[in-house]
């Protein structure tokens, strides 16, 4: 693998890391992605967000003053941000937990108690997206990769594409999205999400994608904003698979039990897929 990785940057922007959040395979498959780029000389920030069943004590997340306070404007509204880290246990890797006293504070994840998708979770999604982006900023972070995984940061794509389009710290980073296995939900995200945005002034030829925004519309939205495709579980929902068949992309597959087989895979593959 020589020096591919040497000081290589990247951002995962994922629903969750092992040990915060553990409701899909994926968010071990995430902070695998972390440690094995680490092992092989790149640098990672990892950033998730801390959604209200997160234990802040038991964990020890604390808050970064300095990254925090910015104001993230959703649909005409003012949220400020509050970034707070933690430390994963037995590993020199933090993580970055994207936070407002507005959007964390209910103890669920994505549905309320009667299982109805909660009202806000299109808010919560862009501000997620643009909080990553922001905090990114704050750290001078010029990712050479971005990863996205989780139907929960399938704006990333489409913000980094649009919004932050000028942005010249990502002018060189490649977009990463990984498809995998993910608490699926049935029927629409709530809300008027072409109002959203439009008032962010994304055009419609972008936002269509995402149109009407079921799951694996959302899904698909994100693959196509993307530079490079990752198929991270071995039996992919068809939905899924087929969009993985679709797009003419860059393409590459690593899943949790490869990374746990051979922790140098993702790296090598990722230089291979450079090579050509």
């Not at 649909?75 to 507005?102: C, G, H, T």
């Not at 079921?214 to 198929?231: K, P, R, W």
Request: hydrophobic share 40%; proline share 5%; aromatic share 14%.
């Amino acid at each position: 693998m020589g020096d591919f990785m040497k000081d290589k940057r990247f951002l995962i922007a994922s629903t969750g890391f092992v040990p915060y959040l553990d409701y899909a395979p994926f968010t071990e498959l995430a902070f695998r992605l972390a440690k094995s780029v680490t092992a092989a000389g790149g640098h990672v920030r990892m950033m998730m967000p801390r959604f209200g069943i997160i234990n802040e004590r038991r964990m020890q997340l604390h808050e970064v003053i300095r990254l925090s306070g910015t104001n993230i404007v959703v649909d005409d509204e003012d949220i400020p941000l509050i970034i707070k880290v933690a430390s994963i246990p037995k590993e020199r890797m933090q993580v970055y937990f994207i936070d407002s006293m507005e959007n964390f504070n209910q103890k669920i994840l994505f549905r309320e108690e009667d299982g109805s998708l909660r009202k806000d979770l299109s808010d919560f999604m862009i501000f997620f997206s643009k909080s990553v982006v922001e905090t990114a900023k704050k750290l001078n972070w010029d990712a050479d990769y971005i990863i996205t995984m989780g139907w929960f940061t399938a704006f990333l794509p489409l913000y980094f594409k649009t919004y932050y389009s000028h942005e010249p710290l990502f002018e060189k980073s490649q977009l990463i999205r990984f498809l995998v296995k993910d608490d699926f939900f049935e029927g629409q995200l709530p809300g008027d999400l072409e109002k959203k945005f439009r008032f962010d002034e994304i055009p419609p030829e972008a936002y269509r994608h995402y149109l009407p925004p079921t799951v694996y519309q959302l899904e698909n939205g994100a693959a196509h904003f993307s530079d490079i495709l990752m198929a991270g579980d071995e039996d992919l929902p068809p939905q899924l698979r087929k969009i993985y068949d679709n797009f003419h992309k860059i393409k590459g597959k690593i899943t949790l039990s490869i990374l746990q087989e051979n922790p140098h895979l993702f790296t090598e593959l990722l230089k291979q897929l450079q090579e050509h």
